[in-house]
């Protein structure tokens, strides 16, 4: 090979490695602002904050006594680290919340403190992690209450969330644009939902329902598939018109947060024997225990990016220079979603002991996923019928 021959080879391997550095993810985390590279950083220092206090709540008991932050007991120290945790990430997310809300363009340079400045807000966010522990176990004990309804405002906004993109994804199917495109495809989709909502119904009686003395489990599977029903023919009501699409997936959603509250009944209750198969296999309990807390991060994360979701209308971008989606509620749901996986690893009850590998178990857990189920059914019909309301009374105001 001549010298030249060597040069252009070496010229072309060259190019490549720079295109290839310029194009890499951590080029482009280190070189400017990148609010889309952001969330995810965002996103894993959450999932890293989870981890956290899940290793303090099974773990960390003798560190915790040690630090004589409450009487002693196992659920106190348990429950108070959880809290400690999530008050310090509560804290840092708020902070954030505060000073970006509001950013509309690239170039305002809450912008750069959003995307940048990593080093500062690392550093930021360990200390905040670091200080609760030396507040004092009243105000934690506080914060706690606080946090039941922080972690309500998570769920609404989360259920918002859903059933926006519920509502999207069957106004684009229905639209002129994609209606014969998306016809047939439409009609597997809302079929297949369909018969997974019966499906899932018939499993939830074999397994949270097994004797007829299960009555509080056979009255939330029954009210469930009747409230499937009840969607069903509102949806398809000559004057509503909505559809079977949104509400098969509206019904696999409800028919997922029943099976979520059954799954969060206590273990030794006798209905509950896919609770007793789990304690049986550690490998699925530990299975199970982290797909949840992925589950919990990937949640907090679509629905921090979905900032349209409480919007009665939805906008596009209004320029190039728009930033790509809210911060500020981004951080928000971040801040209200540090309350919720506290509620969770404590199974909303402070004065319970969780056992290990376990997650969002308990009565308190279990009534509040039948709640949330409830308020899913009754905000979907209401967004179903509120546009004949507004009709009727747009037509009694021009009479």
């Known amino acids: 090979m001549t010298h030249n021959e060597m040069?252009?080879?070496?010229?072309?391997?060259?190019?490549?490695?720079?295109?290839?550095?310029?194009?890499?993810?951590?080029?482009?985390?280190?070189?400017?602002?990148?609010?889309?590279?952001?969330?995810?950083?965002?996103?894993?220092?959450?999932l890293v904050t989870s981890l956290l206090a899940w290793t303090v709540r099974d773990y960390g008991h003798t560190a915790l006594a040690e630090l004589q932050l409450c009487e002693g007991t196992r659920y106190c120290l348990g429950a108070e680290g959880v809290l400690r945790i999530s008050f310090g990430c509560f804290i840092f997310f708020f902070i954030m919340f505060l000073s970006t809300a509001g950013t509309k363009k690239l170039e305002d340079p809450r912008n750069s403190w959003h995307s940048e400045w990593w080093a500062a807000k690392i550093v930021l966010w360990i200390v905040l992690l670091v200080v609760p522990f030396f507040v004092p176990s009243a105000f934690i004990q506080l914060y706690g209450k606080v946090a039941h309804f922080g972690a309500g405002v998570f769920l609404l906004i989360q259920l918002m969330s859903v059933i926006s993109f519920i509502t999207w994804l069957n106004d684009c199917c229905r639209s002129e644009k994609y209606a014969d495109r998306c016809r047939i495809n439409s009609l597997i989709l809302s079929v297949s939902a369909y018969l997974g909502s019966l499906l899932g119904i018939v499993m939830m009686y074999i397994w949270y329902a097994p004797k007829p003395t299960c009555r509080l489990n056979i009255f939330f599977i029954t009210l469930t598939l009747l409230l499937l029903h009840i969607m069903t023919l509102v949806s398809v009501h000559s004057k509503v018109k909505g559809g079977l699409l949104a509400t098969g997936l509206m019904g696999m959603y409800i028919v997922f947060l029943c099976w979520s509250a059954l799954r969060s009944e206590p273990v030794t209750e006798i209905c509950n024997?896919?609770?007793?198969?789990?304690?049986?296999?550690?490998?699925?309990?530990?299975?199970?225990?982290?797909?949840?807390?992925?589950?919990?991060?990937?949640?907090?994360?679509a629905t921090g990016v979905d900032s349209n979701c409480l919007q009665l209308k939805k906008t596009e971008p209004e320029s190039e220079d728009s930033v790509p989606y809210g911060y500020g509620f981004f951080h928000f749901v971040f801040s209200v979603g540090s309350m919720y996986f506290a509620m969770l690893f404590?199974?909303?009850?402070?004065?319970?002991?969780?056992?290990?590998?376990?997650?969002?178990?308990?009565?308190?857990?279990?009534?509040?996923?039948?709640?949330?189920?409830?308020?899913?059914?009754?905000?979907?019909?209401?967004?179903?019928v509120v546009p004949l309301i507004w009709k009727s009374r747009r037509r009694a105001e021009s009479t």
């Open 346 to 384: 404590i199974g909303w009850n402070s004065h319970k002991t969780m056992k290990k590998w376990t997650i969002d178990v308990g009565w308190a857990s279990a009534w509040v996923r039948i709640v949330n189920e409830w308020l899913a059914t009754l905000v979907y019909i209401w967004m179903l």
């Open 7 to 46: 040069d252009i080879e070496g010229a072309s391997t060259r190019e490549r490695y720079n295109n290839f550095m310029e194009e890499s993810c951590c080029t482009q985390f280190c070189t400017g602002p990148n609010p889309s590279m952001a969330r995810y950083v965002y996103g894993l220092m959450f």
């Open 273 to 301: 024997k896919k609770a007793q198969a789990a304690t049986n296999a550690d490998w699925l309990t530990i299975l199970s225990f982290v797909i949840a807390v992925l589950v919990i991060v990937m949640a907090t994360f």
